[in-house]
T-cell receptor, first 115, second 111 residues
Framework: DTAVSQTPKYLVTQMGNDKSIKCEQN?????MYWYKQDSKKFLKIMFS???????INETVPNRFSPKSPDKAHLNLHINSLELGDSAVYFC??????????????FGPGTRLTVL | DQQVKQNSPSLSVQEGRISILNCDYT??????FLWYKKYPAEGPTFLIS?????DKNEDGRFTVFLNKSAKHLSLHIVPSQPGDSAVYFC??????????FGQGTELSVKP
């Protein structure tokens, strides 16, 4: 009974394509996040949504667009993929938005490879 | 400009001994710190946290120490077990829900 799930687990695609990664959480949390782990292993936040509303938007190219149809889902759409987008993308959720103590629950990650 | 740093990319420890993982930070305004553990091909899982008003938090074999004056925290695992072999990430929690992660330390516990 997976708490935070992501699909697909692996995604290989050509430069210039548009792709989406889906994320779902069944924890009843209000806040969801997308993180990127690059080749140097740094985990960096990209976006966060609280109850379908965008609350964090780091300096991410506007080719990346999160979409939250409901508070249990936060999908990531990427347009015009570039080689530098190759990374592992993690979705996460947390029960307490806007507070400093913030235990987040992570999905298994999606490894995106752009050729 | 890395606000949370883990300067040791790897650590190897014998089973039964103590593992000490270190983390330094630059922003004295951080309120909470968390440690996450990550196995290959899985997402990070929460391990233990500490508030900036405390200097120690213990949970079973895991203890986190915070030295605010030095802007340093450490995770102690005693005794270390082979199943503890993983990458450990230190993270600082800031207002708005953002976690700022260090680059991770890969722990290998040898039987």
């Amino acid at each position: 009974d997976t708490a935070v799930s992501q699909t697909p687990k692996y995604l290989v695609t050509q430069m210039g394509n548009d792709k989406s990664i889906k994320c779902e959480q069944n924890l009843g949390h209000d806040t969801m996040y997308w993180y990127k782990q690059d080749s140097k292993k740094f985990l960096k936040i990209m976006f966060s949504y609280n109850n379908k509303e965008l609350i964090i938007n780091e300096t991410v190219p506007n080719r990346f667009s999160p979409k939250s149809p409901d508070k249990a889902h936060l999908n990531l759409h990427i347009n015009s993929l570039e080689l530098g987008d190759s990374a592992v993308y993690f979705c996460a959720s947390s029960p307490q938005p806007g507070t400093t103590y913030n235990e987040q629950f992570f999905g298994p990650g999606t490894r995106l490879t752009v050729l | 400009d890395q606000q949370v740093k883990q300067n040791s990319p790897s650590l190897s420890v014998q089973e039964g001994r103590i593992s000490i993982l270190n983390c330094d930070y630059t922003n004295s305004m951080f309120d909470y710190f968390l440690w996450y553990k990550k196995y290959p091909a899985e997402g990070p899982t929460f391990l233990i946290s500490i508030s900036s008003i405390k200097d120690k938090n213990e949970d079973g074999r895991f203890t986190v120490f915070l030295n605010k004056s030095a802007k340093h925290l450490s995770l102690h695992i005693v005794p270390s077990q082979p199943g503890d072999s993983a990458v450990y990430f230190c993270a600082a929690s800031v207002e708005g829900g953002k976690l700022i992660f260090g680059q991770g330390t890969e722990l290998s516990v040898k039987p």
